[in-house]
């Protein structure tokens, strides 16, 4: 069993940065692919970015070149390093955790309650 706990979402101005952070229990943090996703309102859930157990990175087209996701095995926390943030960017952000990898949310068996980033012109 891991839960998820993500931190950092706030009201922002379009251009500035937020760093997201998802805290997670358990010691097995290490055995799983973590992935940030976002709904925003009257849309479907997203896949924003993923790391692997080794870090190699995966990131959606609209946020290639301005999210970063890192992961800190020893903190059991993943990141997510948002830049040049966009009024589109606002959404809820969930982190997942995944034994099977890929950027389907249905492969993600555990689920944070998300946090909210709204970006404003």
């Not at 946020?63 to 996701?69: L, M, S």
């Not at 040049?84 to 389907?104: I, M, Q, W």
Request: charged share 20%; glycine share 14%; net charge positive.
């Amino acid at each position: 069993q891991v839960q998820l706990v993500e931190s950092g979402g706030r009201l922002v101005q379009a251009g500035g940065s937020l760093r997201l952070s998802c805290a997670a229990s358990g010691r097995t943090f290490s055995s799983y692919q973590m992935g940030w996703f976002r709904q925003a309102p009257g849309k479907e859930r997203e896949f924003v970015a993923s790391i692997s157990r080794g870090g190699g990175k995966d990131y959606s087209d609209g946020v290639k070149g301005r999210f970063t996701i890192s992961r800190d095995n020893a903190k059991n926390t993943v990141y997510l390093q948002m830049d040049s943030l966009k009024p589109e960017d606002t959404a809820v952000y969930h982190c997942a955790a995944t034994k099977f990898g890929g950027r389907n949310s249905g492969s993600y068996e555990y689920w944070g309650q998300g946090t909210q980033v709204t970006v404003s012109s």
